[in-house]
């Protein structure tokens, strides 16, 4: 059965430092990894998908990786603009349609 | 910039009220989906569509229908609203080819069933 395991289920960070969401799946042969960012109130926004372990992508202070079992999304020195909740998610076996985390909610103290 | 639309962004209905959610996509993708998310529980797949009039049931597809007359505008249709049917819709669309392609999301809608 597929699963996607987000933590931790929430991150206060001050200004500046730096850490990393987990993203954990299981699912049959891997089709990619999607992160997405969902700021109260409004749909989720993409920001990368992953194919292959060992695969990285960088979008400003976000940086994204990948293992076998696993995703982390990486931020470094965050602002409170990167304040949001971070969706990962991953193909459902045999479907078309995305299976989602239940999201990790980042906030950055100023 | 793919665009996906949902026309009303917050209702407020009554129990046994049907309730139409109208999205519409200007990417030209096949596919299109139906999202509700709740507190805790993520989001989960009501219905998603992968070509005019052609629909299928995703995980919770209980107390919903759909329509999808054109290819530019999928449809969600509550039949009789319940207050558990109170949450956040989401509408998508990706382009066909595989599940490895991007989906993109509307706005949401806020629907509270009183």
């Known amino acids: 059965e597929d699963q996607v395991t987000q933590s931790p289920e929430a991150l206060r960070l001050q200004e500046g430092e730096s850490s990393s969401l987990n993203c954990s799946y299981t699912?049959?042969?891997?089709?990619?990894l999607f992160w997405y960012r969902q700021d109260p109130g409004k749909g989720p926004e993409f920001l990368f998908t992953?194919?292959?372990a060992g695969e990285e992508k960088e979008k400003e202070r976000l940086k994204a990786t990948l293992t076998k079992k696993e995703s982390f999304l990486h931020i470094t020195a965050p602002k409170p603009e990167d304040s949001a909740t971070y969706l990962c998610a991953v193909p459902q076996t045999g479907a078309n349609n995305l299976f989602f985390g239940t999201g990790t909610r980042l906030t950055v103290i100023p | 910039d793919v665009k996906v639309t949902q026309s009303s962004r917050y209702l407020v209905k009554r129990t046994g009220e049907k309730v139409f959610l109208e999205c519409v996509q200007d990417m030209d993708h096949e596919n299109m989906f139906w999202y509700r998310q709740d507190p805790g529980l993520g989001l989960r797949l009501i219905y998603f569509?992968?070509?005019?009039?052609?629909?299928e049931k995703g995980d919770i597809p209980e107390g919903y229908s759909v329509s999808r007359e054109k290819k530019e505008r999928f449809s969600l249709i509550l039949e009789s609203a319940s207050t558990n049917q109170t949450s956040m819709y989401l509408c998508?669309?990706?382009?066909?080819?595989?599940?490895?392609?991007?989906?993109?999301f509307g706005e949401g809608s806020w629907l509270t069933v009183v």
């Open positions: 998508a669309s990706s382009l066909s080819g595989g599940p490895g392609n991007t989906i993109y």
């Open positions: 992953l194919y292959s």
């Open positions: 699912v049959s042969g891997l089709r990619g």
């Open positions: 569509s992968y070509d005019v009039k052609m629909k």
